[in-house]
T-cell receptor, first 119, second 110 residues
Framework: GAVVSQHPSRVICKSGTSVKIECRSL??????MFWYRQFPKQSLMLMAT?????????EQGVEKDKFLINHASLTLSTLTVTSAHPEDSSFYIC???????????????FGPGTRLTVL | TQLLEQSPQFLSIQEGENLTVYCNSS?????LQWYRQEPGEGPVLLVT?????EVKKLKRLTFQFGDARKDSSLHITAAQPGDTGLYLC??????????FGTGTRLKVLA
């Protein structure tokens, strides 16, 4: 099956620094990647949708200047948390959507997640 | 913003018991998926249901999509400790926008 990787799996940083998280589709091309955020014992909340070669579409309430998303190729999307603060500590999960036929529900493959802790 | 409410939120049962998890919305979805997530890992897809009234079985797990495609249920027969985890439903708008449910945390005691 399709594999999506994330790097790093865990990161601890100081308040005010920026952190970059990579999401890669290892054996398929992903026209669209999604970034989710998950707080402890809660569900996944979609942050943004990232299309290769274009600007990301952010969900309401998500600061685009704080969470920078770059989808430079069909296999790589990055999420940069800028000037991180303790409240940004969370579990960040990406998913990648395969190319599919128009009108057919595509499959999203989820990465293993990145746990960010901001001190 | 659409909401997918899952119930119950938490469930702790003994090995061998049966259980049902519900996923409800006021909106219609083109399809719905169920996932299981282990701590510190990404969600893993269990099933996709597309047609209203559809029932799918995966070993001891039975999934049903409501006739109106607004709700779904997951029934586990003879639960085992290995079933422990966070169960998430996800309604799909169009072909690719996912709205995740609030989650049901299941713990099966040996």
């Amino acid at each position: 099956g399709a594999v999506v990787s994330q790097h790093p799996s865990r990161v601890i940083c100081k308040s005010g620094t920026s952190v970059k998280i990579e999401c890669r589709s290892l054996d398929f091309q992903a026209t669209t990647m999604f970034w989710y955020r998950q707080f402890p014992k809660q569900s996944l909340m979609l942050m943004a949708t990232s299309n290769e070669g274009s600007k990301a579409t952010y969900e309401q309430g998500v600061e685009k200047d704080k969470f920078l998303i770059n989808h430079a190729s069909l296999t790589l999307s990055t999420l940069t948390v800028t000037s991180a603060h303790p409240e940004d500590s969370s579990f960040y999960i990406c998913s990648a959507r395969t190319r599919g036929r128009i009108g057919v529900t595509d499959t999203q493959y989820f990465g293993p997640g990145t746990r960010l802790t901001v001190l | 913003t659409q909401l997918l409410e899952q119930s119950p939120q938490f469930l702790s049962i003994q090995e061998g018991e049966n259980l049902t998890v519900y996923c409800n919305s006021s909106s219609v979805f083109s399809s719905l998926q169920w996932y299981r997530q282990e701590p510190g890992e990404g969600p893993v897809l269990l099933v996709t249901v597309v047609t209203g009234g559809e029932v799918k079985k995966l070993k001891r797990l039975t999934f049903q999509f409501g006739d109106a495609r607004k709700d779904s249920s997951l029934h586990i027969t003879a639960a085992q400790p290995g079933d422990t985890g966070l169960y998430l439903c996800a309604g799909i708008e169009g072909t690719y926008k996912y709205i995740f449910g609030t989650g049901t945390r299941l713990k099966v005691l040996a």
